[in-house]
């Protein structure tokens, strides 16, 4: 018996189970709307509304008050609805280059912090998938146990290792291969390896489901041929195993542009990123409608190339 | 008649003691941790030879496979492939291929691109890689389909770009891995035929390993059968299913009816033998070395024992039984007899009418018998 019929049987013989059913399907919900209907609400209050709630202050404009911004819609004197659109915000922010290049710049390392993410993920995800079975969960166990200790912690933990008696300056200098502290706090370098740090676990997970399905045979079939291990690895196991680059690398990217926390605690005063430029309009300038359209502006720029990429990815699927 | 032995020599170079081995397995064991795996085999293949191993799952015919391609080392003992030892010799620099049990067709490619794979890694050029994957295709019969790709494809085309890939590269010894296992039976004998003409046409040397007698029989040239990591006998196919050196191949290849018993008589050109398991004296027609009063086995298949009502005139090879049960399979009827002995016997009849009125019948007492040329002896 399939575990549907036996809940079905269960729903038959409880009475108020069975009235509450009965109920929903002559008010038109089936089951399989009702579970679908509990993401579907969930996003709906915590995603799209606040969604345009923030498009709708980013519409308006600043005033010193409380809220710190004009109403958009007003009734006239005469009962008339009144809108007041103001695009001011995102004119603000191309004529500003202090957005675009925050933009630009939270993209760049972004997207350096990914590939080297994907460098040092990739030989530790393909390790895991072709180690034992017994070892293998040894081994995911360990990458992400980090997740154990809050985020923020292990982001203050690396203070502790670049400043300028910290643990790796302590280091060199006792070993005397440097007579002077290096520079590495509130610099670009630290918050790269913040990032690549912070986010590996995310670019390994994919890649390992990736990897682990990867058929060994096909492995033995490329040597077999004539392919040393180099090649084996260029012709099929990276082509076959793009599909959890992507989705490792999407993982890793998205969030990173919109990093706060990482240049915040690691960046110097020039690292500039697109969440650093956010929490300054929010909270410092108190300008919510800028700060809004900043925040819009952005998922837009995120959007537009994961929405490409999908359709590409679906493309490909059905050519396939 | 000298020409005859010659060409027979030439086709079955096995025969003649003078002939150069093309593979040469010497002394090969293959352990993991404490299960040995392969133990001790040695063994002479041919040039153009289609060899089997033949064997249950587990008794190691894999692992000498995957030996001779070079997936697993060798823990003691040397594989030579034509004069050259292949100890530490990398997959990618052996002169085999193999065509794998799961075929292992690359899911990113293309039939032709599968297909020219290994002569890509060898930097053969443009021209000639496509002139000879279309020549594949060809042989294969693959033509309107070079541009799919596996999953477009069904078990039995899988099978071709499979064996294709695998023989493109022209390599001195093919090893196939169970190569019929995933077909449908009617596929499987087509297949079958196929793969003969394709080792005839090309004269590559083919090991096959396979757990199915019966495509062990129509391939192969000459058959090693396997178990517990070694090999017990090899042969060609009649020789393996006529003249089992053993209890356990006779009982392999076929089915059989085995009858314990003991020598009363050794002479050099006949033996007697008493077994109460058949509750009779057998009488074999050729000598047999063995010691006098010596325990052994008789062996005889199911289709060289005869059935009757009345007794034969004869008082060997007879004996007395019920039938107990009837099984009618078309081409043949699967008789099983229960001898008076207890000991149950199998025989089978060859179905020559479609109809016989005079069929023997369930419950009814019969004779079964065979001739001194019938079945063999087994020592162990």
């Known amino acids: ?320 | 008649m000298a020409e005859t032995v010659m060409k027979q020599s030439a086709s079955r170079p096995w025969t003649d003691p003078n002939a150069e081995p093309f593979i040469r397995i010497k002394n090969v064991t293959k352990r993991f941790g404490d299960f040995v795996a392969v133990d001790n085999v040695s063994l002479d293949i041919y040039k153009k030879e289609l060899f089997c191993l033949l064997g249950g799952s587990g008794c190691g015919k894999s692992t000498l496979l995957r030996m001779m391609a070079g997936f697993e080392d060798i823990t003691s003992g040397t594989i030579e492939i034509d004069g050259q030892d292949q100890s530490g010799v990398p997959p990618y620099q052996r002169p085999t291929n193999m065509m794998f049990q799961s075929y292992a067709l690359f899911p990113h490619m293309t039939v032709e691109r599968n297909i020219g794979y290994g002569l890509r890694r060898d930097g053969v050029d443009r021209a000639e890689t496509e002139r000879r994957v279309v020549e594949m295709i060809e042989l294969v019969q693959l033509g309107q389909f070079a541009k799919r790709k596996p999953h477009q494809l069904s078990g039995g085309q899988r099978q071709r770009v499979a064996l294709a890939r695998s023989l493109i590269k022209r390599p001195k010894l093919l090893l196939l891995d169970e190569p019929l296992g995933a077909l449908d039976k009617k596929l499987r004998e087509e297949t079958q035929f196929e793969l003969m003409n394709i080792q005839e046409a090309l004269g590559i040397t083919f090991v096959v390993v396979t757990h199915d007698q019966e495509e062990a029989m129509t391939l192969s040239s000459r058959i090693g059968v396997m178990t517990a990591g070694e090999i017990v006998q090899v042969g060609e196919p009649h020789e393996i299913y006529e003249y089992p050196n053993s209890k356990f191949v006779a009982e392999f290849i076929g089915s059989v009816n085995m009858f314990e018993g003991r020598v009363i008589e050794d002479a050099e050109d006949h033996v007697r033998i008493h077994s109460d398991e058949m509750g009779g004296e057998i009488y074999v027609s050729h000598g047999v070395s063995c010691a006098p009063n010596q325990k052994l086995w008789y062996a005889v298949r199911p289709e060289k024992v005869r059935l009757s009502r009345i007794r034969p005139d004869s008082n060997v090879n007879v004996a007395r039984g019920k039938v107990d049960e009837i099984a009618y399979m078309g081409n043949l009827t699967l008789y099983r007899v229960l001898l008076d002995s207890g000991k149950q016997v199998r025989l089978t009849k060859s179905n020559l009418e479609r109809v016989d009125h005079d069929a023997i019948a369930w419950e009814e007492e019969v004779f079964v018998s065979w001739g001194d040329g019938a079945g063999v002896v087994v020592t162990s």
Do not use: C, H
């Not at chain 1, 650093?276 to 409608?289: A, T």
């Open chain 1, 1 to 320: 018996m399939s575990a549907a019929t036996r809940t079905a049987n269960m729903i038959e013989r409880v009475p108020p189970l069975r009235w509450t059913a009965g109920l929903l399907a002559r008010l038109g919900f089936s089951g399989r709307g009702l579970v679908i209907a509990v993401p579907t609400v969930w996003l709906l209050v915590f995603f799209l509304i606040p969604f345009f709630v923030v498009a709708k202050i980013s519409l308006s404009e600043a005033v010193i008050a409380r809220p710190p911004y004009l109403p958009l819609f007003e009734w006239g004197e005469e009962g008339q609805l009144l809108i007041t659109l103001n695009f001011g915000n995102y004119q603000f922010l191309l004529e500003d280059a202090l957005y675009y290049l925050a933009y630009l710049n939270s993209i760049k390392i972004a997207l350096i912090s990914t590939v080297f993410t994907l460098l040092i993920g990739y030989p530790m995800a393909f390790y895991i998938a072709r180690s034992s079975e017994s070892r293998r969960n040894i081994l995911l166990l360990l990458v992400v146990l980090p997740f154990w200790t809050s985020f923020l912690l292990r982001v203050y933990a690396w203070i502790g290792f670049f400043k300028a008696n910290g643990v790796i300056n302590n280091f060199l200098m006792s070993t005397g291969i440097i007579s002077e502290p290096l520079v590495m706090l509130q610099t670009d370098f630290a918050v790269y390896v913040g990032i690549v740090y912070s986010y590996l676990p995310f670019m390994i997970l994919p890649l390992y489901t990736n990897l682990v399905k990867l058929d060994g045979a096909l492995l033995e079939a490329a040597s077999d041929l004539g392919a040393k291990p180099i090649v084996t690895f260029f012709t099929v196991v990276l082509p076959l195993s793009i599909p959890g680059i992507v989705a490792g690398s999407m993982l890793v990217l998205i969030p990173a542009i919109g990093e706060f926390v990482i240049p915040a605690l690691l960046g110097g005063p020039d690292t500039l990123m697109i969440g650093r430029v956010l929490w300054d309009e929010f909270f410092l300038n108190r300008d919510w409608p800028v700060a809004s359209a900043v925040a819009i502006a952005m998922l837009i720029v995120l959007v537009i190339p994961i929405m490409l990429l999908r359709n590409a990815q679906g493309a490909t699927e059905e050519r396939a």
